[in-house]
């Protein structure tokens, strides 16, 4: 099946730093990836949707500039996390959609991000 | 509005007992109906993906039901194990868009 993978799977921060969490579609093209956020216990929140070569579609009440998105080629999505702060402390999973009749999406593994 | 529930909110039985997980949606139009697991700190795996002409579906020892009459899905898992224990998304997509709508997902714990 498709893979996704994501790097790193944690990372702990100081409040004020910036982090990088990248997304990779493995053994196939990925025109589109998703970025979701989790709070514990929760379900999955989409914060964005990065289409290969533009600017990515936020979600109505996320910071576009706090989340910065880049899906510079057709397997690779970075999102990052400027000026950290302890409020951004949450697990994020991102997916890539493959082109099948249900263009269904798969999840990468998720990265905890505790800010401290 | 577009929305997805899923009962019950959490389960414990024990090991090598079945168990039926239930999702019912208001998601219009339909595209496809998904059950993801997901562990614990991990990300949603796919287990079955269903259109509205599909109504059933089975991988292993899951085995998903879909009466898009009614709107509603079912995961059946037989024989549980302790591996089994995890979350278990029911996941919504509508032909409207790319996004889709996500349960809040039944929590089963299985205990030996």
């Known amino acids: 099946g498709a893979v996704v993978s994501q790097h790193p799977s944690r990372v702990i921060c100081k409040s004020g730093t910036s982090v990088k969490i990248e997304c990779r579609s493995l053994?196939?093209?990925?025109?589109?990836m998703f970025w979701y956020r989790q709070f514990p216990k929760k379900s999955l929140m989409l914060m964005a949707t990065?289409?290969?070569?533009?600017?990515?579609?936020?979600e109505q009440g996320v910071e576009k500039d706090k989340f910065l998105i880049n899906h510079a080629s057709l397997t690779l999505s970075t999102l990052t996390v400027t000026s950290a702060h302890p409020e951004d402390s949450s697990f994020y999973i991102c997916?890539?959609?493959?082109?099948?009749?249900?263009?269904?999406?798969?999840f990468g593994p998720g990265t905890r991000l505790t800010v401290l | 509005k577009n929305q997805v529930e899923q009962s019950p909110q959490s389960l414990i039985i024990l090991e090598g007992k079945n168990c039926t997980l239930q999702c019912n949606y208001t998601v219009s139009p339909f595209s496809n109906l998904r059950w993801y697991k997901q562990d614990t700190g991990r990300g949603p795996v796919s287990l079955t993906i269903m259109t509205f002409s599909e109504n059933t579906k089975s991988n292993g020892r899951y085995t998903a039901t879909l009466d898009a009459d009614t709107k509603q899905s079912s995961l059946h898992i037989t024989a549980s194990q302790l591996s089994d224990s995890a979350s278990y998304i029911c996941?919504?997509?509508?032909?409207?868009?790319?996004?889709?709508?996500f349960g809040k997902g039944t929590t089963l714990s299985v205990s030996s």
């Open positions: 996941v919504v997509s509508s032909t409207a868009g790319t996004a889709l709508i």
């Open positions: 053994d196939f093209q990925a025109t589109t």
């Open positions: 997916s890539a959609r493959a082109f099948s009749s249900y263009n269904e999406q798969f």
């Open positions: 990065s289409n290969e070569g533009s600017k990515a579609t936020y």
